[in-house]
């Protein structure tokens, strides 16, 4: 099956400070997607990105579908940007299985 | 429009007791899909129901079944408890590639 792997695997920032975690995935995928999980263990979407640039506000995200790997950038980062992000891909067949990586976490200091 | 809801929020259950957790899909979503999510890990993929048939089925035995009902919510159950079973369960809607998780039930088994 896909395999996808996240990198750095922690990350600590100073507040303001800009930051790129990358996704790398092992097969070609038509679906991958950008989560933060917040402290209370909600995953909150966002990015919806199999190809292309995306941005909303400091966050913007690019998916090279033919290398296979996906870039998530946080621009001037604030403190409320802690926790741990996920990418994750739709696994082959018509299940509507989500493959996670195991995830960046980041702590952002003031 | 109302997001995805999950009930309980915490849970405490002894080993070899049965639980069911429920699930309010989004609005306009027709499919639901369940994780398990370990500390420390990346959400694994339970299953997914789509008008109330499953769709898909991740690496987990048949002690953990489903349902999804006409108005699209859903329900896990889980059989036989075991330790290993304690984890965050997040349900998570869709009406396209794109899905959207819910704020999880945290589940101990002691």
């Known amino acids: 099956g896909i395999q996808v792997e996240q990198s750095p695997p922690d990350l600590i920032l100073q507040e303001g400070a800009n930051s790129t975690l990358r996704c790398n995935f092992s097969d070609s995928v038509n679906n991958l997607q950008w989560f933060h999980q917040n402290p209370w263990g909600q995953l909150i979407n966002l990015f919806y990105?199999?190809?292309g640039t995306k941005q909303n506000g400091r966050l913007s995200a690019t998916t090279v579908a033919t290398e296979r790997y996906s870039l998530l950038y946080i621009s001037s980062s604030q403190t409320t940007d802690s926790g741990v992000y996920f990418c994750a891909v739709l696994g082959s067949g018509n299940t509507g299985k989500l493959i996670f990586g195991q995830g960046t976490t980041l702590q952002v200091k003031p | 429009e109302t997001g995805v809801t999950q009930s309980p929020t915490h849970l405490i259950k002894t080993r070899g007791q049965q639980v069911t957790l429920r699930c309010s899909s989004q609005s306009g979503h027709n499919t639901v899909s369940w994780y398990q999510q370990a500390l420390g890990q990346g959400p694994q993929f339970i299953f997914q129901?789509?008008?109330?048939?499953?769709?898909g089925r991740g690496n987990f035995p048949p002690r953990f079944s489903g349902l999804q009902f006409p108005n699209y919510s859903s329900e896990l159950n889980v059989n036989a408890l075991e330790l290993d079973d304690s984890a965050l369960y997040l349900c998570a809607s869709s009406s396209g590639p794109e899905q959207y998780f819910g704020p999880g039930t945290r589940l101990t088994v002691t």
């Open positions: 990105i199999p190809s």
């Open positions: 129901y789509y008008r109330e048939e499953e769709n």
